[in-house]
């Protein structure tokens, strides 16, 4: 189980910032908003990019059209050593995805596993698992969209836009819990790993396996 630690409430999310669907940026102003008077309140962003130089750029840029921050931001890209990443996880409290649409979402789906509850929508492969009692669920809608793969840019799916106040005030909310109830907190740690066992445990994925190798072949009729 999932456990707070003296140094403060602490929010991270894993991602690459070159992937547009991450609004990384919303993940960042919306924790700033939220806690600029707050110094115990920390956000990590984790980056798996190959260069992010013009990402801290961007960052610094960003940050200072704050006037003033209390909280505290923390953000590194590469690999870590399965020591360091192990003590890394261990160290959060709430994760975060503000993406318009995902595919599975591993790091979501780890942290979850780990018992660590969430800040997200709860649209495309999210809605498998992302549910009221382990996660603060962000509303979303849908909108006219394209490919990120399609260098024509063409109109041809939807994407998922999430509420940047609702994040925002998910922030003051699960602040709130972790702080002052922290016995809330614990059963919302427990309903995101008992869900996320359900969903995705090793015993769940050797069993769906073993249904599929041993159900019946469909076989074509002969033409």
Known sequence: LHHLHAKGVVYASILNPSDARKNWCDIVTGFVSAFQNVED??????????DSTNTFIHMTFMLKKFMWMKCKIYIFNGYLEDHDYDQFLDGIDYVVNFSTGEGQCLPLMELMSMGVPAISPDHTSMADYVTPENAYILPSFKTLSSWPHDSRLAFSTLSCQVSWEALRNAYTESYQRAKLHPSAYQVMSRAAM???AQHCSLKVA???????LTSPTVTSPAA
Do not use: C, P, Y
């Not at 309140?41 to 190959?50: D, F, G, P, R, T």
């Not at 050797?206 to 599929?212: G, M, R």
């Open 41 to 50: 309140a920390v956000l990590v962003l984790k980056l798996n990019e190959l």
């Open 194 to 196: 008992q869900g996320l």
């Open 206 to 212: 050797t069993s769906t396996l073993a249904q599929v």
